[in-house]
């Protein structure tokens, strides 16, 4: 029988092989990891069947954490060499610094992000810690606290700054959230040190920071000024693709406010899922938002998609490219977030309250 964990192996660490040797080398492998990153993931999606529904049985996963550990530490190894390979320091020519560009950055922000934040969910704090420095080394590290406190808390309210509502363009909703999340993460752990007692230097947002800074300054310090941009294109690509996800996974479907005060209760019905079987290993089971929202310590290989599940129409890399073009984008999904919440709210047999 084959291991729950073997595909995810399969489908995250080939692209780490390919980038590895695609940054050194250039030639076939570059071009092989960025194509692995976009049309041979699409391809796939619409090739395979739909994987299992029901996730793998069982609630611990030894070798979960191990490959989402190894695929930090090789991300934190392609950062570096990312920057290298795009600013033209390992030898590649125009054109493969560009593909460099579109491969590492396809990695970082749906493979990477999507382990960052399986690692920021574990109770380990090495685990934790891992996931941390992974959003810090892609200038992100706020997210570490607004996707916890933030996001899982208000999700699908007008307090969740990252939420998208109907009608919402994702360029005018990345714009909103990035500072949103940003600025309110920050009010979140200042009010958490003083309720604890602690000092302001303990805030986390020091170490956000301060850890973007120092790697840009150890960059410039060992691979120069073009490596330095090249690791801001970089980081900005893969925070397009986060943000990205989030949209696509949250895109209209909030929670009723109740006539007493606060929300409806947060469900199943309240994230977007996709259920094909490569852009799920690929990306430690992301798609599968829903239930990770209802259980966020389950561990990936675990996560569950019941038909009841509010589904995308095609896979999250091509819905994607989708919301680039929000015309499009409004037309295919906002009669699909109406009959998604008309199903919720007979799910919930939860009354009307008035407008």
């Known amino acids: 029988m084959t291991h729950p964990v073997s595909p995810f192996a399969l489908a995250t660490l080939a692209p780490v092989l390919l980038l590895a040797a695609g940054g050194i080398l250039g030639g076939a492998w570059i071009w092989a990891a960025a194509l692995y990153m976009s049309f041979f993931a699409l391809g796939l999606d619409q090739i395979l069947t ?5 996730g793998a049985p069982g609630s611990e996963f030894p070798a979960a954490d191990a490959l989402s550990a190894a695929l930090a530490l090789a991300h934190l190894a392609l950062m570096p060499l990312g920057a290298a390979a795009v600013a033209g320091l390992t030898g590649l020519s125009g054109a ?3 593909v460099a560009f579109f491969g590492f950055g396809l990695f970082f922000g749906q493979l990477s992000n999507s382990n960052a934040h399986e690692l920021i969910h574990r109770g380990n704090r090495l685990l934790f810690g891992l996931g941390k420095w992974v959003y810090i080394s892609m200038l992100y590290g706020h997210h570490t606290t607004a996707h916890r ?3 899982h808390v208000h999700v699908g309210t007008p307090q969740d700054p990252n939420f998208p509502r109907k009608g919402m363009s994702f360029y005018r909703n990345f714009l909103r959230g990035w500072t949103g999340s940003f600025v309110q993460g920050f009010r979140v752990e200042r009010a958490r040190a003083a309720r604890a ?14 850890g973007a800074l120092a790697l840009l300054a150890l960059c410039w310090a060992t691979l120069g000024g073009a490596a330095v941009l090249a ?26 406010p109740l006539p007493q005060g606060g929300y409806e209760p947060q469900t199943i019905h309240h994230s977007w899922n996709t259920p094909h079987w490569f852009s799920s290993h690929m990306m430690v089971n992301a798609p599968r938002h829903s239930d990770h929202h209802a259980n966020p310590a389950r561990p990936y290989p675990a996560l569950r998609l019941p038909e009841e599940m509010p589904v995308l129409p095609y896979s999250l890399p091509a819905m994607g490219m989708v919301a680039l073009w929000p015309p499009l984008w409004f037309r295919l999904m906002d009669r699909r977030v109406d009959a998604a919440l008309a199903r919720a709210r007979a799910a919930t047999a939860m009354p009307e309250t008035a407008s």
């Open 50 to 54: 739909v994987a299992d529904r029901d």
């Open 96 to 98: 493969e610094r560009v």
């Open 149 to 151: 406190l933030l996001h």
């Open 197 to 210: 007692g602690k000092p302001a230097w303990t805030n986390p947002y020091l170490t956000y920071v301060g």
């Open 231 to 256: 690791w801001l294109g970089l980081s900005f690509y893969a925070q397009t693709q986060l943000a990205m996800v989030d949209y696509l996974q949250h895109y209209g479907l909030e929670r009723r």
